[in-house]
């Protein structure tokens, strides 16, 4: 009765899987890692590797971070100033929807200067093409304004110094950023980086996004 028990576990969490990455096989996201012990800094890049399954753009998806591994990806300094550093970056598949790829980011370097850098950011692709996708762009005509009516209501009260910038009329002037998951996504407009900590991320369904995103040409 137990080992039945086990298997139907198993294999709800296995459905709950593909239901999450569009129903592709399980094998169709990877990641490839790249350990460089060819610089003088610990340097850990990992990016998506995905399987041709993954539908026709996974090659120039690939591509477009295989061409980044030795260029964007590492700290540009030279060999003498780069004990010290450290570069480690992570990029994997959080999620699709039909054709839509999310993948999230989060970085953790320090490439000298006064300060380490870090973050969380996020990428997303047409499976169907391997093209690179702009959510913000995808806004509605005449959507802007609830997707930011939405996003302010979801992180409550604003900070004092930030209630200029963050204003209804501001926001519907300035982008957003979209960090994907299963339910749905984590948005925050793109304010200026010293002010980024005032704006905090607010957490909408799909079926939210659904409403002021284009994504049904993605279904």
Sequence with gaps: MLATD??????S???ALMASLGCRP??????RVVIDTATPYHRRVEVPHLAPSAGAGAAKIN???EQRIATEYACSVDAADAKSLTFDFRARVTVTRGA???????YDSYCGGAHPNS???SLFFDLRTGAVVDLDRLVKAGRKPTLVVRYLARVG???GECAELLAPANLQDTTFDFLPNEVGARVIPVVPYAMRACAGLASLSWAELGEVLDLAQFE
């Design 13 to 15: 969490l296995a459905v």
């Design 119 to 121: 973050g969380t950011s």
């Design 6 to 11: 086990m298997q139907t576990i198993r294999l």
């Design 157 to 159: 009260a604003v900070d």
């Design 63 to 65: 591509d477009y971070f």
């Design 26 to 31: 399980r094998d169709a996201f990877t990641s």
């Design 100 to 106: 839509l790829l999310g993948v999230t980011v989060e």
